[in-house]
């Protein structure tokens, strides 16, 4: 039974802008708990604690969910809605870093009640520097949910 | 010698006799000196002889001269003397004779007599008798010679003789101018009166021919009120007492095909239509009793061949002493026409608002079905008949399909079903634009198409083509259960519908081709417009993971390995990166140009002047070592889209404040100008200019002018700048100097000769 907290979860299924997102985020050490997945469904599993990930606790939901919209299987979009639309997981803040700057998703995603939006720079100078900021923001200086009580 | 002598005195006698006959023949004076006095020549010797008439009134006498055979005498003198003058007075007044022979020789007995006249001086010998008629002297005769001594006692009885029977005649001829004065005055006073009496006369004959002009005029008139009743050309007919007819026109006979035997006797009513005859009874005769006239009442008449002749009766009644109705004339003018006439009008009429009607259908342009079904609705005013139909051919499928349908009986194809073409037309006829007519169904011969009239209960059938350019498009049908029911006129009018609406119903189809057409581009539109989003969203996604992974790597390798790598290493990756960023920045400047061009326009009045202030103050805070003096002159509000004229003053100040790099000051100026009734807004600036002869390079996608070392830039930003121009009906142009500066124009809606 896995019951180790995690703080963030990478959906992401390019693993070069995986690779690259975790050494931007341990650049800043900031990375000591992240669970990378690498579609939609496992996604949802993850966060459901269903499927691969049934035996996780429910009780240690992530503190960050850090989500590409392109993936396969379930898009990003879904599982933002998804996530959003569950009592037990909508207050885990949803960061969606994405390389589309196109208009409909940024829309989308704030409609869905994505909690931030951001546009993954080309440059990994600016990269790095994007992440370090975020990770800051939310896992430091930011007052997370209480948790859900039982 | 007694015996020569007695000879002469009896011939002498004679001859006096001869004379008296003759005096007693003369009817006066004129007569006496022509054909008397001549002959006492032969009785008397004589050179003259007067006669003088007293007028014992006037005391005068009245002398006449009968003879005068002295030479250079006027024999014929006649004047008046007093009676106390001359040898005639004398006479007369004594009433004896006078006698002197040798007057002048102083003959003694011839001694103491009167002085003569000068008519009778020259007479040597006188003889002058007075004239005598019972008792009384009416005159005096005087018988003259120049001889001396020329009458002896003989002469002067002879002489005596002659005047006793002058007297005679002078009196008789006096009497006889009395009695022809008294003639006069009878036949004067006749005269008179018988003037009075043809007067009289003619005016009695006047009276009498007056009376019978009148008597002529009278039965003329007779005759010819007589025969201006029987032959006018009205209808005329007069009823008794009790309303039989008793007398009516030629005309109305000949209208109403009766003869005369068949009529007189009879009630007028027996001759009207039922509905008619009812409303002449319900409300005519009350009418007419009470105020004895009809006026103008439209009746019909049936003729004795079954036709109807529509008429406007007038009556009036005759009224005994009693004031009871004795006899009335009716007069009714056959109208018959003039109610055909306004019945055509009327169909004509309706017959315009039909066609009316259905081109307001075609304008509308809706659906066929609704056209059809609302002409066939129209038709029903023009004409009756018991189904109505309108099919379209589709002569792929060889079927007619009903799409409006009017029904009486409900039997025959329904609406919307498929009947097969060969079946219930006749194309051919129709192709050619005929009409196929049936006027018995029951006469057709016993095949599919007369079974298929029959057995909807149809005898009577019209098919009128449906043709627009002389191609065949359908049908309008109308049936009806009687036989013969449509005129030629019917026929006109159903083809002039059927061409309205073969138009309207092409047109209805034309506009749905339009729309299905429309809409199946704008399908295609938004097709394409949602594929080139995914495509964009691609771009956007699936290009810029890889090149961040490319610098993203190249940097780890740099941090992690760098010292391990000589410089020329270190110079080729830091080369990599930097040409990911770029082809980065390409593909961001080419997602947005791609964004501008699907993105909405939103038109509102736009400030100018408050943009360029806020694009200055973004742009101003870039780099605060150069030295840049930006005028902005006065600019006229704009009708656009803010954000993108707001992009374009981004991309136009962006490029001044780039290609003035080298000059300082650097002078950027954003102005406007009016040309040609146009706004022209521009921005220039003292820089790096360019060759006119490049200008139409200037405004493509990834177009250059200058090396990257020299200015970077992706080539984006002018088309970004046309774009928006285009899309708001406006144009842009630059002018430019080579190393003097530049200056872009352009203004925001369409020109005069532009459009």
């Not at chain 1, 070069?16 to 708990?33: F, G, P, Q, S, V």
């Not at chain 1, 037990?88 to 995603?109: F, G, H, M, Y």
């Amino acid at each position: 039974m896995n019951v180790e907290p995690v703080d963030i979860l990478l959906v992401e299924d390019n693993p070069n802008d995986a690779e690259l997102t975790l050494r931007a985020l341990r650049h800043h050490k900031l990375a000591n708990n992240v669970k990378v997945v690498r579609d939609g469904a496992e996604a949802l599993d993850f966060v459901f604690c269903e499927g691969a990930h049934a035996d996780r606790s429910a009780d240690n939901n992530p503190r960050l969910v850090l989500l590409d919209l392109k993936l396969p299987k379930v898009g990003g979009l879904e599982v933002l809605r998804r996530i959003k639309s569950d009592e037990r997981t909508k207050v885990i803040p949803v960061v969606v870093l994405t390389s589309s700057k196109e208009e409909p998703d940024i829309a989308e995603s704030y409609k869905m009640g994505v909690n931030s939006y951001l546009v993954k720079p080309v440059g990994f100078d600016n990269f790095v520097a994007c992440l370090s900021k975020l990770g800051f923001y939310w896992l430091v200086y930011n007052e997370p949910p209480p948790l859900p009580s039982r | 010698m007694a015996a020569s002598t007695l000879q002469l005195e009896q011939s002498r006698y004679v001859l006096i006799s001869e004379f008296a006959v003759s005096l007693a023949a003369a009817t006066g004076l004129d007569a006496l000196r022509r054909d008397v006095i001549p002959k006492l020549r032969y009785i008397i010797d004589i050179n003259r002889c007067t006669l003088a008439l007293c007028n014992r009134e006037s005391s005068s006498y009245q002398l006449l001269t009968l003879l005068d055979r002295r030479p250079q005498r006027s024999w014929m003198r006649e004047e008046n003397a007093p009676l106390d003058d001359g040898i005639h007075g004398e006479v007369i007044l004594s009433g004896e004779p006078r006698t002197f022979n040798n007057r002048l020789s102083g003959t003694a007995n011839l001694t103491g007599a009167p002085e003569l006249s000068s008519e009778e001086a020259s007479l040597h010998s006188i003889m002058c008798l007075p004239l005598r008629v019972g008792g009384h002297v009416i005159g005096s005769v005087l018988f003259g010679n120049s001889q001396d001594a020329a009458y002896a006692q003989l002469d002067v009885h002879i002489a005596s003789t002659i005047a006793t029977h002058l007297s005679l005649a002078v009196d008789r001829w006096h009497a006889m101018e009395k009695l022809s004065t008294a003639k006069e005055e009878v036949q004067r006073l006749n005269a008179g009166l018988e003037q009075r009496i043809s007067d009289r006369t003619a005016d009695l004959r006047k009276e009498i021919d007056e009376h019978r002009r009148a008597e002529a005029a009278l039965r003329e008139s007779k005759e010819r009120y007589r025969s201006l009743y029987t032959e006018t050309p009205v209808m005329l007919h007069s009823s008794d007492q009790n309303g039989r007819i008793v007398s009516v026109s030629d005309y109305w006979l000949r209208t109403l095909g009766y003869e005369r035997g068949e009529v007189i006797g009879q009630f007028p009513t027996g001759f009207l239509t039922d509905a008619s005859r009812k409303h002449a009874e319900e409300n005519c005769f009350p009418v007419f009793m009470g105020t004895g006239v009809i006026v103008e009442e439209p009746l019909q008449f049936r003729k004795k061949n079954g036709e109807l002749v529509d008429v406007l009766l007038s009556a009036i009644a005759e009224r005994d002493v009693n004031n009871e109705i004795v006899r009335s004339l009716a007069v009714s003018v056959d109208v018959t026409r003039r109610r055909q006439a306004e019945a055509a009008v009327q169909r004509y009429t309706s017959r315009l608002e039909a066609l009316q009607e259905i081109d307001r259908a075609i304008l509308a342009a809706r659906s066929p079905q609704a056209i059809a079904q609302a002409a066939l609705g129209r038709i029903r005013a023009l004409l009756t008949f018991d189904r109505a139909s309108v099919a379209v051919f589709d002569f792929d499928r060889k079927v007619g399909r009903i799409i409006a349908l009017h029904l009486e009986n409900q039997s025959g194809p329904s609406l919307g079903s498929n009947v097969p073409l060969e079946t219930f037309w006749k194309i051919d006829t129709l192709r050619q634009g005929g009409v196929d007519m049936v006027e018995d169904a029951l006469q057709l011969p016993d095949d599919s198409y007369g079974q298929s009239l029959r057995t909807e209960g149809l005898r009577s059938w019209i098919n009128v083509p449906l043709r627009v350019q002389d191609e065949l498009i359908g049908s309008l049908d109308l049936g009806s259960a009687g036989a013969g029911t449509f005129s030629s006129e019917d026929i006109d009018v159903i083809r002039e519908v059927a061409d309205s609406l073969a138009i309207a119903i092409q047109q209805a189809n034309l506009h749905h081709q339009v729309q299905r057409q429309a809409a199946e581009l704008e399908q295609r539109v938004a097709e394409r417009t949602a594929e080139l989003e995914a495509f964009s969203y691609s771009v956007s996604h699936d290009l810029r993971a890889p090149l961040r992974a490319i610098d993203g790597f190249s940097r780890i390798l740099l941090e992690d390995h760098g010292d391990k790598l000589d410089v020329e290493c270190n110079r080729l990756l830091n080369t990599v990166c930097s040409e990911a960023q770029n082809m980065g920045q390409l593909i961001d400047d080419l997602l947005a140009f791609s964004r501008l061009t699907r993105q909405e326009i939103t038109l509102n009045d736009v400030s100018m002047s408050h943009v360029v202030q806020a694009v200055a103050d973004q742009l101003g805070s870039g780099d605060p070592q150069r030295d840049i003096q930006l005028s902005v002159g006065a600019l006229p509000s704009a009708w656009g889209d803010r954000a993108m004229i707001q992009q374009v003053y981004v991309n136009l100040l962006s490029n001044a404040i780039k290609f003035t790099r080298d000059k300082t000051p650097a002078v950027i100026e954003v102005g406007h100008r009016r040309e040609h009734g146009q706004d022209v807004y521009y921005v220039k600036d003292n820089g790096v200019g360019f060759d006119m002869q490049h200008a139409e390079k200037l405004f493509g996608v990834f177009e250059r002018l200058h090396t990257v070392d020299q200015f970077e830039g992706t080539g984006v930003g002018l088309a970004i700048v046309q774009s928006i121009v285009q899309r708001h009906g406006g144009r842009i142009w630059a002018e430019g100097v080579t190393g003097e500066g530049a200056a872009m124009y352009f203004t925001l809606r369409p020109g005069d000769s532009d459009q």
